[in-house]
């Protein structure tokens, strides 16, 4: 069990999840993967503290659930009647209850984290998983660890946990018992090799992870140094950002000044308009025969959203652009 402590240390630690000896609320429902997570943060030195959430769905069940989450836990108990919510529902419910702890944890897996991927993949078309952290203060430490090691650890360590059968009547049941069972007979390490479709995403500066995985549409993201990602369905490009034209700008093959203050440089846009006119710049390159390819990377010089000069096509009086032979 010592390399699991290790792993999970590491990956706390890579993420800055739980400050050194810190404070956090674990969010348990009984089960080996909350239970596994409360111990283990509680060996490694983190101060645990257990919360649980009593829905009442599964009557006996869950106030066995709770009893056993307050007695063999410690754990706070907050009763909340669940019945006939659905599964967004109750974690709504949830995250009301649980909103005024500052850090908490939840003891989701690389195996839930597999399921998510999944059902993300086929409601909305995009490979993303759960996030180490989210913006509202819950952490997800265990997401290193598969759900067998979990009982495996609680076996360990001889803790007791709870199984809630209900799981099978979930999405997330169906993925688990139905799908990847399927996928598993595809190829024995389907898990592991769904879990690498977010290995792209983690080598991503986040602000192109995030544009990557939004649905298919119109974004543009700042990627830093003036350098911006812009999504159009299924096209994307990178593109400079707006610079100021206060001295000879660079773009491209293009040299460019102004005597004219308040200018900038930037690439085109779509539904770009020339001052005063209402010609679009996109009919401006096709008059001009300029390859859709080279559209995204031209230069526009604008004063706010007017465009009043596209070098080598239009000129302004107090504009000059020299483009450096190939």
Not at 78 to 92: P, Q
Not at 125 to 137: F, L, Y
């Amino acid at each position: 069990m010592e390399e699991l402590r290790d792993r999970v240390e590491r990956f706390v630690r890579a993420h800055e999840l739980i400050p050194a000896g810190g404070e956090v609320t674990c969010l348990v429902s009984g089960g080996a993967d909350s239970t596994c997570l409360w111990h283990l943060l509680g060996s490694l030195g983190y101060q645990v503290s257990a919360l649980h959430v009593n829905h009442g769905l599964r009557g006996a069940d869950s106030q066995e659930d709770a009893r056993f989450c307050a007695e063999v836990l410690g754990a706070e108990v907050v009763e909340r009647d669940g019945r006939g919510l659905s599964e967004a529902e109750l974690r709504g419910q949830r995250r009301q209850v649980t909103g005024c702890y500052k850090l908490r944890a939840t003891g989701h897996t690389a195996s839930d984290q597999v399921e998510t991927i999944l059902y993300r993949l086929s409601s909305r078309g995009s490979a993303t998983g759960m996030e180490a952290r989210r913006a509202d203060g819950v952490v997800r430490p265990l997401l290193t660890v598969w759900r067998p090691e979990t009982t495996a650890y609680c076996d360990a360590e001889g803790l007791p946990f709870r199984v809630d059968e209900s799981n099978a009547d979930t999405k997330r049941g169906l993925i688990r018992d139905e799908i990847l069972p399927l996928l598993r007979r595809l190829h024995p390490a389907a898990d592991a090799n769904i879990l690498r479709a977010l290995d792209l995403r983690e080598t991503l500066p986040p602000a192109l992870a995030e544009l990557l995985a939004a649905p298919a549409g119109s974004k543009r993201v700042d990627l830093g140094g003036g350098v911006q990602a812009v999504r159009e369905y299924d096209r994307l490009w990178l593109e400079h950002g707006p610079l100021d034209l206060d001295r000879e700008v660079q773009w491209g093959p293009w040299r460019i000044r102004s005597d004219i203050t308040g200018l900038k440089v930037r690439s085109w846009r779509p539904g770009d308009r020339l001052a005063g006119r209402t010609k679009k710049i996109q009919d401006v390159f096709v008059d001009a025969k300029i390859p859709r390819s080279e559209r995204e990377a031209w230069p526009l010089v604008v004063r706010g959203d007017d465009v009043i000069a596209v070098p080598g096509i239009v000129d302004h009086p107090g504009v000059e652009a020299e483009r450096a032979e190939a």
